[in-house]
């Protein structure tokens, strides 16, 4: 596991779902990816989360998709499936067919088809831990509307229905009342434009989205940070800021794939609802992009 403690910590790249022309999928384009985010240092996958649009997958589609990255990991390399669905029996059985796939964690949202109490939070937790899988929750009360408190975390894990927590809220200052309350509760840095606060606080992993543009740099990121070398992490965190802040964007998802077809990484188009970037953001992210991969190129060659 390259040095890490447990599967889920180090940089899980959140990765997108190829689709061709025709949005149809592309589960070759998807395993050349997984297998390319290793070679470039990653620690694993993250797959079927919101950058992989799960939401306007099949039920095939979906299962296929972790099928597919589990096949093409190599030893060591971590899959974690994200179980996310309006129902807990409906999150507990991609949990199980995470499971069965050979997937070693799950990440679970809260319920989200409405404001879910503390009550039906932990009951739908009590549910996916039933899978038998190691859990990470997934806090983003932005999309979910349900804030998993310091507090309700806390309950979770020493009820033992979690093991770690992907926080994107944005709010490092968390981090330190969850360690407090829940020491030994595993903080997953949930925002891109983050990695420095909350990774100086303690965070044991990440799992981002602009790491399938960047992989190389994000990882020597994530890992100097959390040596605590900010000679070398700042300035990379000020290069790779501008794009990193996408990741809290509505367009977070068009705003990656982008990125990729800039660097010829091939991200292709995204399914309805979604549509492609407006030309203005479209313009600011292709000029991001290709800058920063200039100047990595040009520190590359000195």
Same mark, same amino acid.
């Given at each position: 596991?390259?040095?890490?403690?447990?599967?889920?910590?180090?940089?899980?790249?959140?990765?997108?779902?190829?689709?061709?022309?025709?949005?149809?999928?592309?589960?070759?384009?998807?395993?050349?990816?997984?297998?390319? #985010?290793?070679?470039?240092?990653?620690?694993?996958?993250?797959?079927?989360?919101?950058?992989?649009?799960?939401?306007? #997958?099949?039920?095939?589609?979906?299962?296929?998709?972790?099928?597919?990255?589990?096949?093409?990991?190599?030893?060591? &390399?971590?899959?974690?499936?994200?179980?996310?669905?309006?129902?807990?029996?409906?999150?507990?059985?991609?949990?199980?067919?995470?499971?069965? $796939?050979?997937?070693?964690?799950?990440?679970?949202?809260? %319920?989200?088809?409405?404001?879910?109490?503390?009550?039906?939070?932990?009951?739908?937790?009590?549910?996916?831990?039933?899978?038998? #899988?190691?859990?990470?929750?997934?806090?983003?009360?932005?999309?979910?509307?349900?804030?998993?408190?310091?507090?309700?975390?806390?309950?979770?894990?020493?009820?033992?229905?979690?093991?770690?927590?992907?926080?994107?809220?944005?709010?490092?200052?968390?981090?330190?009342?969850?360690?407090?309350?829940? %020491?030994?509760?595993?903080?997953?840095?949930?925002?891109?434009?983050?990695?420095?606060?909350?990774?100086?606080?303690?965070?044991?992993?990440?799992?981002?989205?602009?790491?399938?543009?960047?992989?190389?740099?994000?990882?020597?990121?994530?890992? $100097?940070?959390?040596?605590?070398?900010?000679?070398?992490? #700042?300035?990379?965190?000020?290069?790779?800021?501008?794009?990193?802040?996408?990741?809290?964007?509505?367009?977070?998802?068009?705003?990656?794939?982008?990125?990729?077809?800039?660097?010829?990484?091939?991200?292709?188009?995204?399914?309805?609802?979604?549509?492609?970037?407006? %030309?203005?953001?479209?313009?600011?992210?292709?000029?991001?992009?290709?800058?920063?991969?200039?100047? &990595?190129?040009?520190?590359?060659?000195?």
């Amino acid at each position: 596991m390259n040095g890490r403690e447990k599967p889920w910590h180090g940089v899980l790249v959140a990765t997108p779902t190829f689709f061709r022309d025709d949005l149809s999928v592309d589960f070759d384009r998807y395993a050349d990816h997984v297998r390319w #985010l290793a070679e470039g240092g990653c620690h694993g996958v993250c797959v079927n989360g919101s950058l992989g649009e799960y939401q306007v #997958l099949t039920s095939d589609e979906r299962a296929k998709m972790v099928e597919v990255a589990v096949e093409a990991a190599p030893e060591g &390399f971590t899959v974690m499936a994200g179980v996310g669905a309006y129902g807990a029996r409906e999150s507990r059985q991609w949990a199980e067919q995470a499971g069965e $796939a050979g997937a070693e964690v799950v990440l679970a949202l809260p %319920p989200n088809s409405y404001r879910a109490d503390e009550r039906s939070v932990v009951d739908h937790y009590r549910e996916v831990a039933k899978a038998g #899988l190691p859990v990470s929750a997934y806090n983003n009360p932005i999309d979910t509307k349900v804030d998993l408190t310091p507090a309700l975390l806390s309950e979770l894990y020493n009820e033992g229905l979690i093991v770690g927590v992907k926080e994107f809220t944005g709010e490092s200052r968390r981090s330190y009342e969850i360690g407090e309350l829940a %020491p030994g509760l595993d903080i997953l840095i949930g925002t891109d434009d983050s990695v420095v606060e909350v990774g100086l606080a303690g965070a044991k992993g990440w799992i981002s989205g602009f790491t399938s543009v960047f992989p190389r740099e994000s990882v020597r990121l994530y890992e $100097a940070t959390l040596a605590h070398d900010l000679d070398t992490a #700042l300035p990379l965190y000020r290069t790779l800021h501008p794009l990193l802040r996408w990741d809290f964007h509505t367009e977070f998802v068009q705003a990656i794939k982008l990125s990729m077809d800039v660097l010829d990484l091939g991200g292709g188009p995204v399914r309805q609802p979604r549509q492609p970037m407006l %030309p203005e953001s479209a313009a600011t992210v292709r000029e991001l992009t290709q800058r920063i991969a200039a100047e &990595f190129s040009s520190a590359t060659v000195a």
